[in-house]
């Protein structure tokens, strides 16, 4: 079977993966009566791998999605003309779900992957544990996923000028994270202490 883009690719692997491990878990008793699916879902994910560091989730979800919104500041997504082929588009303002839409499903990105923030034996670029358990991290995680939803509804009203306020809420959590954890004297070498 070929595909047409990579997009339909990736959803038919999931779909077909998450039919395969609900197959197996049905075959093995996963999710009876005598243990809850939020349970069974909770202890699968707290024992998936962790094949990216922090830095690499920050660079592959946090930071492109932060910039469509930041790039609405000055630019109104209503504007936006779709790609040629916007099922192919690299840019997620002029894909499928591209103008209104992307800057939604952006602050939904910094909302959710506020979670992979926290999960156990994440490392940071320089090999140390994520500080998971410091209070001001989660203080500081808990920042994201507000300004995340402080962004969602600010796009879904379509007033740039809510989303302009938004994306202060998303500059402000950010900042209070790196100045913490990320800026710090030595580079790299000294991320997350």
Known sequence: MRF????CALFVSAVAATLF???????AGA???TQPKAQTAAK??????LDWNLAQVMRGILFPNSNVIFWTQSHNPADVKPAENPTS???PLYGTYGGWTAVENSAIALSEAA???TVPGRV???GRPVPINNPDWRKFVQGLRDAGKVTYKAAQSKDQDKVVDAAEVVTNACGA??????????GVANRCM
């Open 4 to 7: 047409r883009n990579l997009a």
């Open 89 to 91: 588009a690299t840019d």
């Open 124 to 126: 940071c670029s320089n």
């Open 177 to 186: 994270c790196h100045e913490k954890y990320r800026d710090k004297p030595g």
């Open 21 to 27: 491990v609900g197959y197996s878990e049905a075959q």
């Open 44 to 49: 699968s994910s707290a024992t998936a791998p």
């Open 31 to 33: 999710g009876s009566a």
């Open 115 to 117: 979670n992979l923030l």
